[in-house]
């Protein structure tokens, strides 16, 4: 069984910065790890992923150059640095690891979930 805990969430204003951290309990260096968001009245979507050994990553096309995925498995952690943060990226971020060590983006690839950390971007 693993547990992820996701941390960094908070409320920003447009064009700054924050970093969100999941640190995971249980095994994660074999398995890919990825970033999802739910909005309000909005589907969970895929955010970003990270293969087993940080070789590949996949993101979103709307987060591509503001947003970076890392891990780090000496310390079972997964963060995602958000740069130039717009008020459409308000929502309840979730960590996720699926079962495989590519960096898949489809929320149905996906085994175990954090319970998620809110980001709020005000206009």
């Known amino acids: 069984q693993v547990q992820l805990v996701e941390s960094g969430g908070g409320l920003v204003q447009a064009g700054d910065s924050l970093r969100l951290s999941c640190t995971a309990s249980?095994?994660?260096?074999?398995?890919?790890m990825g970033w999802f968001r739910r909005a309000p009245g909005r589907e969970r979507e895929f955010v970003a992923a990270?293969?087993?050994?940080?070789?590949?990553?996949s993101y979103r096309n709307s987060v591509k150059g503001r947003f970076t995925i890392s891990r780090d498995n000496a310390k079972n952690t997964v963060a995602l640095q958000m740069n130039s943060l717009r008020p459409e990226d308000t929502a309840v971020y979730y960590c996720?690891?699926?079962?495989?060590?590519?960096?898949?983006?489809?929320?149905?690839?996906?085994?175990?979930w954090g319970q998620g950390t809110q980001v709020t971007v005000s206009s």
């Open positions: 996720a690891q699926t079962k495989y060590g590519a960096p898949l983006i489809t929320t149905s690839s996906y085994d175990y």
């Open positions: 249980g095994a994660f260096s074999s398995f890919a």
């Open positions: 990270i293969g087993w050994n940080g070789g590949s990553t």
